[in-house]
């Protein structure tokens, strides 16, 4: 069974940092790009990073870039976002996904079911 599991979510200050995981099972991922996305209340999902298969490329949502840093371990078949700087708007259900290509769309075939983030001002 795939299975793209979150964590790392979790109450901050405004300022602080948070580093959420997403660990893949059931196959290797070393071969997907790996999406990250989330979701405030009220809103509609958003895309808020990417990264190619070999981690070579990467890709940001204009607000969080400077602040967010996505990456990941092939040999784990793990990803990472770190988030520094964090404001109370970044507040949402954040949402890793895996697919052949990167799609700011949402367009993965595979998804977690998200962490909460919650920034406090």
């Known amino acids: 069974q795939v299975q793209l599991v979150e964590s790392g979510g979790g109450l901050v200050q405004a300022g602080g940092s948070l580093r959420l995981s997403c660990a893949a099972s059931?196959?290797?991922?070393?071969?997907?790009?790996m999406d990250w996305f989330r979701q405030a209340p009220g809103k509609e999902r958003e895309f808020v990073a990417a990264?190619?298969?070999?981690?070579?490329?990467?890709y940001y949502a204009d607000s969080v870039k400077g602040r967010f840093t996505i990456s990941r371990d092939n040999a784990k078949n793990t990803a990472y976002l770190q988030m520094n700087s964090l404001k109370p708007e970044d507040t949402a259900v954040y949402y890793c996904?895996?697919?052949?290509?990167?799609?700011?769309?949402?367009?993965?075939?595979?998804w977690g079911k998200g962490t909460l983030v919650t920034v406090s001002s």
């Open positions: 996904a895996a697919g052949s290509r990167s799609s700011s769309e949402g367009n993965m075939d595979y």
């Open positions: 059931g196959r290797t991922f070393s071969s997907d790009a």
């Open positions: 990264i190619s298969w070999s981690g070579g490329s990467t």
